[in-house]
């Protein structure tokens, strides 16, 4: 059984057009996170949700927004995609606990969504 | 800040036999875990094994075990009898209180038939 989905699998966007990428999760995880990975690469953490508080990393470029309606639900969109957004966009989940949210338990990924900008 | 780094980008193995993938660590925490985790062509991620490094001995999960040495910042994971579902991009990832995971740059693990 899923547990956590992406959706889409794949998106395709102009170059400037805004497009917004979507993960659910089934787990009632409190943290959810999104990742940037290019090919070859390994995954950059963008930020991440603690319940609702939101955790920027430092060098997450402005283009990038987050929002988390509820448990299940967390968006990631970017502005204006440029040529350099193209990649895998993953989201992950896990149960934090304790005050600053020290992850103990495995994060849960999706299966990603390949964005390619044109 | 922490730092892994995974110096074999790509390994390969024939079935049934037994292969090491390295992976070292910089950290200033005392309290961290360090996790592999498996990154099959479908490119969901999965945990393969997770290791508390204030706990001595070393993680085994069925094939998968690792060779925590703590004063060398070195976890490696040995995989033995590989299978072809095996193949897969493998990352090394660190994580102590306050931050989040931080990935190394993966190595590509080929099972050959």
């Known amino acids: 059984d899923a547990m956590v989905i992406q959706n889409p699998r794949y998106q395709v966007t102009q170059f400037g057009k805004p497009v917004t990428l979507s993960c659910s999760q089934t787990l009632n995880h409190n943290v959810m996170y999104w990742y940037q990975q290019k090919s070859s690469q390994a995954p950059k953490l963008l930020f991440h949700y603690y319940d609702k508080d939101f955790n920027n990393e430092a060098d997450t470029p402005d283009n990038f927004q987050s929002r988390r309606p509820n448990t299940s639900f967390c968006f990631l969109d970017i502005r204006s995609p440029g040529l350099g957004d193209a990649a895998m966009y993953l989201c992950a989940t896990s149960r934090g606990v304790g005050m600053t949210g020290w992850l103990n338990t495995e994060a849960f990924f999706g299966q990603g969504t390949r964005l390619t900008v044109v | 800040a922490q730092t892994v780094t995974q110096s074999q980008p790509e390994m390969s193995v024939q079935e049934a036999e037994t292969v090491t993938l390295s992976c070292t660590y910089d950290t200033s925490e005392n309290n961290y875990y360090l996790f592999w985790y498996k990154q099959p062509p479908s490119r969901q991620m999965i945990l393969v094994i997770r290791?508390?490094?204030?706990?001595?001995q070393n993680a085994t999960e069925n094939r998968f075990s690792v060779n925590f040495q703590k004063a060398a910042k070195s976890f490696s994971l040995k995989i033995s009898d590989s299978q072809l579902g095996d193949t897969a991009m493998y990352f090394c990832a660190t994580e102590a209180s306050g931050s989040r995971l931080t990935f190394g740059e993966g190595t590509q693990l080929t099972v050959n038939p």
């Open positions: 290791q508390e490094a204030y706990k001595q």
